[in-house]
């Protein structure tokens, strides 16, 4: 093997690393706060002369939306927990 196929392979390698290493350090904890967002929504209510109250307001469709924000987390811990127990037998090590 030559240098440039060594630092190409090395190269790709670190791509891949990175690409899910962003995708699931990053993606993942953003899904789960949109999730969040979804679920919640706080407005506040002006009071007049006494103080500003906080009232938490969802709709249906917030809610389908957190829901699947949720749905997509589950699956990634469910597919993580997966391919410890049975990676070796799924990508043949």
Do not use: Y
């Not at 690393?17 to 979804?38: E, M, N, T």
């Not at 706080?42 to 249906?60: E, K, L, N, W, Y």
Request: include cysteine; charged fraction near 10%.
């Amino acid at each position: 093997m030559s240098i440039s196929e060594i630092l190409s392979e090395s190269a790709e390698a670190l791509w891949h690393v990175l690409a899910v290493g962003l995708a699931l350090g990053v993606g993942l904890p953003a899904l789960f706060a949109s999730g969040i967002r979804f679920q919640h929504r706080h407005r506040v209510v002006d009071a007049g002369s006494g103080p500003a109250a906080t009232s938490i307001t969802s709709s249906p469709v917030r809610l389908v939306g957190a829901g699947v924000c949720f749905a997509l987390c589950v699956l990634a811990v469910v597919a993580g927990i997966i391919v410890i127990i049975f990676g070796e037998k799924l990508f043949g090590g």
